[in-house]
């Protein structure tokens, strides 16, 4: 039997309460499946404390009514109001900040029922001692897998804080792959904010940059590569596509990333960037490029754990003191993977899943969470999107890493 906490339990009261409220007759809600050209909402973080509502739309509303849920659920209305100062543009970033810590909020774009229904987010507490974050990555090409990933995002109990997409969000980026991946995040992203990681797809296009507020770093449009602060965590986004960006951005990279470490006040630290470092996916187990450039950083300044996708697997490696864990399965083709060196903890081909990790006192508890199994009639290295698929939710790797002194 699944085991739903309280707090889960509070927030489903409240999702079916909004359900019946939106589908009432004459709620005059539209189906944003019919609305061509509308992307959101998705929600992203520029900080502990502010929330940015975002979407796509050429014709918007004129900003974002939200209030606390329990006065919603009481009077049934809205009565705080961020202008949209976006206007005649079609993507927008509305912040919410002054939030209260721990409280469920409701939210719409726009005063009335139209374009889009009401969602609902909850604000951490502050300085939170324990929360949970999910990280997964590499949903291209396949929307429907991407879907099913995401769904099950949703489902989990686990109540995350933020979601982490560890790059290769779409195929290429042009509007029609966006609507699909936004399409395939509808069931998470209007209540759980996305952390997104650059890709090799993503080709550092500006409509990355245009579609996600985030918080500031450096690079281009100062987001290429950003840091933000969450309980005991300091996390690190990087940009590895050191082809696409020059040698002299990925030398600057590198000095951002070490006055990044230097300067982390909190106890663990976390790196997300798109290329493994170590993979057995590699002929020699490594990218030396990046191993040089940034591997003694890690070691240096004591990073704990790294999250990577690109490859579409799933492996856990060890290699002095920090842990890497490659998250490929969101969605695009899978292939095979078995542990060729030593370092290799742990891998598992053919996946789509993702990983569910919880930051408790001074440790960090990491589970890998597979969705479905493609099944694998023939040769190839890779499975396409259309192939059959066992779809079995179960725990496929288990690890505790804890803060040394």
């Known amino acids: 039997m699944l085991k739903i906490s309280l707090n889960r339990f509070k927030i489903l009261v409240l999702g079916l ?28 973080l520029t900080d502990e404390s502010t929330v940015v509502v975002n979407w796509r739309a050429e014709n918007g509303p004129e900003g974002v009514y939200y209030d606390r849920a329990s006065y919603f659920l009481e009077k049934n209305k809205l009565r705080e109001k961020v202008s949209d ?35 609902y987010f909850e604000t951490p507490k502050s300085e939170p001692e324990e929360f949970t974050f999910f990280v997964y990555g590499d949903t291209r090409t396949c929307p429907e897998r991407h879907r099913l990933v995401a769904s099950e995002m949703a489902l989990d109990p686990s109540n995350p804080a933020f979601i982490v997409h560890t790059g290769d969000l779409v195929e290429s980026p042009v509007s029609p792959n966006w609507a699909d991946f936004f399409w395939a995040t509808e069931p998470f992203s209007g209540s759980i904010p996305l952390f997104p990681v650059l890709g090799n797809h993503e080709k550092n296009d500006e409509s990355y940059y245009e579609s996600f507020a985030l918080p500031s770093g450096g690079g281009d449009y100062e987001k290429q590569w950003y840091s933000f602060e969450y309980g005991k965590v300091n996390f690190i986004v990087l940009d590895s596509n050191a082809n696409l960006i020059g040698l002299n951005s990925f030398i600057k990279e590198k000095a951002w990333l070490e006055k990044e470490l230097k300067n982390q006040t909190r106890p663990f630290t976390v790196v997300m960037f798109h290329h493994p470092m170590f993979s057995s996916r590699y002929s020699s187990g490594k990218d030396a490029g990046l191993e040089s450039s940034w591997g003694s950083l890690f ?29 490929g399965g969101g969605g695009a083709p899978t292939g ?10 742990k891998a598992h081909g053919d996946s789509l899943h993702y ?51």
């Open 17 to 44: 309460v909004l359900f019946f409220a939106l589908t009432a007759p004459g709620s005059g809600v539209v189906a944003q499946e019919e609305l061509p050209g509308v992307w959101g909402p998705y929600l992203t």
């Open 85 to 119: 100062r976006q206007e005649g543009e079609i993507f927008h970033h509305v912040s919410l900040t002054d939030l209260s810590p721990g409280t469920k909020y409701v939210y719409r774009i726009g005063q009335s029922p139209g374009q889009f229904s009401l969602n």
């Open 299 to 327: 070691e240096k300044y004591g990073v704990e754990l790294v999250f990577n996708g690109h490859v579409h697997s799933y492996e856990r490696l060890e290699k002095n003191g920090v842990t890497y864990v490659v998250t």
């Open 336 to 345: 095979r993977l078995n542990s060729r060196f030593e370092f290799s903890k």
């Open 355 to 405: 990983v569910r990790v919880a930051v408790k006192n001074e440790e960090m508890k990491l589970q890998t969470v597979e969705v479905a199994k493609l099944n694998r009639s023939g040769g190839g290295a890779r499975v396409g999107c259309n192939v059959e698929m066992d779809v079995n939710r179960r725990l496929i790797d288990e690890i505790l890493i804890e803060k040394l002194d």
